[in-house]
Each structure stands twice: as C-alpha cells, then as structure tokens.
C-alpha cells in the first residue's frame, strides 16, 4: 500500500464483479473511496448470466473492509438520467468525484449470418452509449474539482479486427474514438480521458458460443485470439494496475493513450 489515490473519489460501472470488483478493491487499497454501479440483473439478449445485487454488496463490503468508503447504487448504464441520478447521488455522499472507470460491458458472438441487429443493439447500448452516460454523469463533477480522469475500458479487440464479435468490437473501437475526441474537449478542464485494451481474463463474460466456434467452425481464426507472451490469459488485477496508473496522479499529462494489458495478443 502505498496510497497512491489517496482521497480521490472514483465511479466504478459494472462494479459488482469481475474486473470491475477488482478495479473498485486496488484503488481502494491505495487510498480512494467509491461509487459502485452496477445493472445486477439478466439482459435477456445474453447467453451469460450478470451480476446480483448480493454481488454488488459485497463489492462494497470488501471495499469497506479496506478501510475506504463505498456507495453501491443499481443502475443500468443504458439509462443516462438513472445513472445521473446514481451519480450525483453517490457524488453527494462522498463530497465530489475526482475519475471515473466505464467499466460495464456485455459481449455477444456469431458468424456474420447469425449476428442480429438486436444484438448489436444491446452490445452498442452497453458499452459505447453507457460508457457515453457515464462520462457524461461525471463530467461535471470532474469539473467541479478542477479536473479528473476519465477512464474507459476497452479491449484488444479495440485495437484489432477480433473476429466472431463484431458489434462487440465495433463498440470498443468506437470507446478509442470517443475517447480521444472527449480527450481535446475536456483538455482546458484539466480532465484526462484514456482507454484500456485488456486481452483475455477469466470473468463472468463467458459466451460459451463464442469458444465453440473457436474451436470448431472457424477453428482458423482461433490464432487471432492469442497472445504473445506465454499466458492463455492475464489477472484482473493486471488490469487493475492499468487503471490505477491512469487514475493516479503519476499519469497527470497522460491523456488520448490507449494503453494495452494485452499480452502482446494486439501485436499478433
Ligand atoms: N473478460 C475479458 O476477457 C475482457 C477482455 C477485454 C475487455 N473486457 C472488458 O472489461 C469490462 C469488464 O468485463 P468483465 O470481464 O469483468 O465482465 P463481467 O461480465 O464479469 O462484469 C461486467 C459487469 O458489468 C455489469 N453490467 C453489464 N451490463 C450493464 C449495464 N447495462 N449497466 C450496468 N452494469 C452492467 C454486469 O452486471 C457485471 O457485473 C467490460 O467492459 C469488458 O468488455 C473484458
């Protein structure tokens, strides 16, 4: 521990698990206080199951056991007035808000002629206009406290053409751009936007489709999806350490990067 957030006050989305949790748990270990947010239940277009409000429960829990604050509000990213409302009322709690992790995301898989527009549209909704929501719920308190971090997690598949889930890629393609053009918008307010492009972790994101095609019908595409150094894949808290980087004030002119805890699977 060696506080290097000590104070800040951070929004987590898609908290209640997964990355999320252990973004939540690292910045709290190094001195932050939370807003935890997370939709904890099914979307129906899924072939994966979400959080639980015990999930998120115990986010906090953990978070608290550290010694730090955290405020865990149910809200669904898709909604920008819910999770203003989450955020404003999570800000209030902690006194103000200094970054924030767009976080929550959902993935779908299938060939070309099985992707249906429903599934874009869930993938889209998610995690390019809820990463979207989330900024814009925290914008304001970044600038109220003259300026903040934005930081938005993306994915290899951000960076590379990743096969088999294209609206999933299309969406974190589309965080970079939103990033960066967020990045020269909020310059003059001393706000810092960057995104983060994790190769595999072993999370509840599990769309057994997607290994199955992997494996068998477009078993020629499985080399795209590995990496260079010599791990199937990396820890959460890999991850973790990236977003904490970007929080921190040790990345202070560190702005429009995308930095990758890939593995090296986006040189391939
Ligand atoms: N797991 C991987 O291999 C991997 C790799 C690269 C990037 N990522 C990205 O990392 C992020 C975290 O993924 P994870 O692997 O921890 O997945 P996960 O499914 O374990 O966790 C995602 C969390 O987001 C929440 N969530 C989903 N939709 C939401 C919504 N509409 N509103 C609010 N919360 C919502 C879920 O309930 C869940 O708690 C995602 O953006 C994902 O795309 C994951």
């Known amino acids: 521990m060696t506080d290097r957030v000590a104070g800040k006050r951070v929004l987590v989305t898609g908290a209640a698990r997964g990355m999320g949790r252990s973004h939540a748990l690292r910045l709290a270990e190094e ?9 904890c239940g099914p979307l129906p277009q899924l072939e994966y199951p979400l959080s639980s409000e015990d999930d998120l429960a115990e986010t906090a829990r953990l978070v608290r056991e550290l010694g730090r604050r955290a405020v865990p509000k149910v809200a669904d990213v898709r909604d920008a007035a819910a999770m203003q ?4 009322e999570g800000v209030a709690e902690l006194g103000g808000l200094d970054a924030s992790v767009a976080n929550a995301g959902v993935i779908t898989a299938g060939t070309w002629d099985t992707t249906t527009p429903e599934d874009w549209r869930v993938v889209l909704d998610t995690n390019l206009i809820g990463a979207w929501n989330t900024c814009v719920a925290a914008i304001p308190h970044l600038i109220a406290a003259g300026g903040g971090s934005l930081v938005n997690i993306s994915s290899a598949a951000g960076i590379k053409g990743s096969p088999l ?9 589309g965080l970079v751009g939103m990033s960066l053009a967020l990045a020269n918008e909020l310059a003059v307010h001393s706000i810092r936007v960057n995104t983060v492009h994790p190769t595999g ?9 997607l290994f199955g095609l992997l494996s068998e019908t477009r ?7 590995e990496n260079a150094l010599p791990v199937p894949m990396v820890e959460a808290r890999d991850v973790s350490n990236a977003v904490l ?24």
Request: aromatic letters at 4%.
């Open 245 to 268: 980087h970007l929080v921190s004030d040790d990345a202070r002119y560190v702005t429009g990067t995308q930095m990758k805890v890939d593995a090296g699977v986006t040189i391939r």
């Open 31 to 39: 001195g932050a206080d939370v807003v935890l947010v997370d939709v």
């Open 165 to 173: 889930t294209t609206p999933y890629t299309a969406s974190k393609h």
């Open 201 to 209: 972790v072993a999370t509840g994101m599990a769309p057994m489709s």
């Open 85 to 88: 409302a989450a955020v404003d």
């Open 219 to 225: 078993a020629d595409l499985g080399s795209l999806y």
